[in-house]
């Protein structure tokens, strides 16, 4: 990023994929929702265009990006209509993790499919007692010979069907010199087969219109060979926020798309629509919130280019902080930009062939995932803040 603005091949990669995005839309993706379809077609287009591992080492099959490249792939894919959950967890999470802590032979062996497409990672952190406690998850890895036992829970976790692996987050016991547990439980990563024995997930049913599903995962005695811990045993916290700042650069992105998706529509469904001699974009009580809603998109994209330029830069304590305050400011962004175009639209707003009452479920989830507006407000109180711990 220079004075503000964003690379020349940035800008291009954007008018690519918006044009690439424009031939599916909002009809195609909604439609394929609907039918309980998926949309590999505009995946696996996206991938063979390099687009969707546009972040991922090139030795691995990536383009070499940097995470603002996928982010600004992300946005665009929403803001025609496309806004594609699983690109937060696949290329993003999964792919960072996996570039940044894997062994060569684990980069070898997953980021290529991640990055073509084929091979689309999933990824489970929550569970269904912790909630936004991350710290008290209890999915836990046990040795077993050279190799893993994992037993537990999770819940919310999207994409599994279409996953042919995922990275989960579980606790392996400490011992002390002596070898005796210490009852402490260190965070790992893992990659699991969704096919594995004991790994079984059945699908939540979600008002979230959306071809990408949400699950509930038990995890029962799934053995796992040594080289499915990614990264070191004792790496803990910072090899997973080695993915939560780009998750969270994501999730901004992903609500960006969508209330950009959600203003354009409603400010060309204002230009025309007329019930008192003038269109009703003419009254201000219709253009002020849409151009109040366009003014905190501008700005929550210009704090999600940053956090991301700082997650680009290694700067990973300045980075998220960045990343949860874009993900804040795009989250609420996008609420208020989807709310004010479902407005707009009076009636149509909530129709099924206007496409927008559709937006309403899919703003509020970045409120909430991958961690809720107050988690942020409680980081933000206590790290720029200073104030003290309320929980
Ligand atoms: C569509 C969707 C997709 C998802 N995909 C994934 C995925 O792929 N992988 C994955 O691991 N997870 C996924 N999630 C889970 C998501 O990250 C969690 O829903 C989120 O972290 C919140 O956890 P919870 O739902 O248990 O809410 P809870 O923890 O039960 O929280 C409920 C409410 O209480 C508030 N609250 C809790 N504690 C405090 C506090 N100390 N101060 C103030 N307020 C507080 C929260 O902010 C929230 O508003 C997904 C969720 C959704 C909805």
Redesign the pocket.
Known sequence: MNDFTESEERVELRKAVAKLAAKYGQEYFLTKARAGEKTTELWLELAKNGYLGVNLPEEYGGGGGGLGDVAAVLEEVGAAGCPL??M??SPAICGTVIAKYGTAEQKQHWLPGIADGTETM???????D?????HNITTTARRDGDGWVLNGR??????LDESKNVLV?ARTETVDESGQKTGKLKPCLFVVPTDAPGFTFTPIP?E?V?P?L?FQVFIDDVRLPADALVGHEDGGLVQLFAGLNPERVMAASFATGLARFALGRAAAYAQERTVFSTPIGAHQAIAHPLAQAHIQVELARLMTQKAAALVDAGEDLAAGEAANMAKYAAAEASCFAVDTAVHTFGGNGLTQEYGMGALV?AS??M?????????I??FVAMHSLGLPK??
């Open positions: 959950l699983l937060v967890v999933a990824f489970a952190i929550t569970e269904p912790a909630g936004t406690n991350s999770k819940i919310y976790i999207s994409g987050v979600m979230f959306s990408e949400q479920a509020r989830v409120r909430i995932a991958p961690v809720s507006r107050e988690m407000l409680n309320s929980y």
